[in-house]
């Protein structure tokens, strides 16, 4: 854990949305904690009084390696271990907490009709986006094969009892697009109960907003160019909500030429292959955000909208080749600064 505390700042956190929250004010008092864990780095941004740094960021990290613990597909003896480690037939024991994050996981590969699915995992697997292995694109038949071990029928989630259970040798599941939002969630909910009441963190990407910047701004939010990381095409400015990107462009390895991609359609086996290079969620439920941006990802555009128009408890900002495209409750959110950038605008 590393913890700093400055009075002036200029930081600027490139991951897959940027927040720009910090310009210098001298009566800014910010505290700054980095530490890595799910196999990505996490860095907080916390207005609080002084002397109680410490112990509030010691409390967040402690929550932190405890979800570690508790889901990571790494961590011998963690819920989600055990059940990717079980024989047919065996029941797993699970803590309540893994309990509610499948539950919603369920909830959501049905109203996403499949394009979410932890079920995902042996394909995420088989396609090298588990471990530092080298990558190449897995034979049409190992696909074929391991696409008959992706589907949450077959996964017996028992509430009563707490247990979980494969219906197949060899199925695993995967919260590598849930969990860290849901953290984020559980994490903004223990600052608030702490009283802190403004700052913000970032997830691997997953962006928790607190309150306002001390001087009664919100947020802002750098929606990232998936084309140039190191530039983007809009910014977001909010408060107290989620903002979580999914993109292509975040994880992947190249073969002949093409790139192949971490978010893979169940349905075809494949790295999805949709009109979209990114999908923004602005939510305020963190576990919705994570999901809803990998699931409108593999959806694509259209979908995405119909989805969108459906449901309207979140707000997206979706960005194709050539254009940006927001939901009605973004535009007044957002200013698009991709034009330099050969975008068009579509609201
Ligand atoms: P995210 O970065 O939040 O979009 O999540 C991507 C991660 O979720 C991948 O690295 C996989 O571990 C997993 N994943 C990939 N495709 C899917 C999918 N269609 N549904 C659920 N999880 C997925
Ligand atoms: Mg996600």
Known sequence: MFIKKMRVCGVVALISAVCFGCTADKQEHYSYMTTFAMNTIISFTIDMPNGEEEIIFSDAEKIIRGYENMLSVNVEDSDIYKINNSDLGEKISIS????????????????????????????????????????????????????????????????????????????????????????????????RDSGVLNGHFTIGGNISTMGLKNDGSKWKIAVQNPVDINDYVGLLEVTDLFVVTSGGYQRYFTEDNVRYHHIIDPKTGYPSDSDLLSVTIISDNGAEADILSTALFVMGLDKSLEYWEEHRNFEAVFITEDEVIVTDGA?????????????????
Do not use: C, H
């Open 96 to 191: 309540d907490k893994t309990m509610e994050i499948l539950k919603v996981a369920e909830e959501f590969e049905d109203l996403t009709d499949g394009d979410f699915s932890i079920s995902v995992a042996p394909l995420v697997t088989l396609w090298g986006f588990t471990q530092d292995i080298e990558q190449t694109v897995p034979s049409y038949e190992d696909i074929e094969k391991t696409l008959e071990l992706v589907d949450m029928k077959d996964v017996i989630i028992d509430e009563d009892n707490n247990t979980i259970e494969f219906l197949k040798d060899g199925m695993a599941i995967d919260l590598g697009a849930i969990a860290k939002g849901y953290i984020a969630e559980e994490l903004t909910n223990y600052f």
């Open 331 to 347: 535009k007044a959110i957002f200013t698009f600064e991709g034009q330099d950038n050969d975008f068009e605008y579509r609201d």
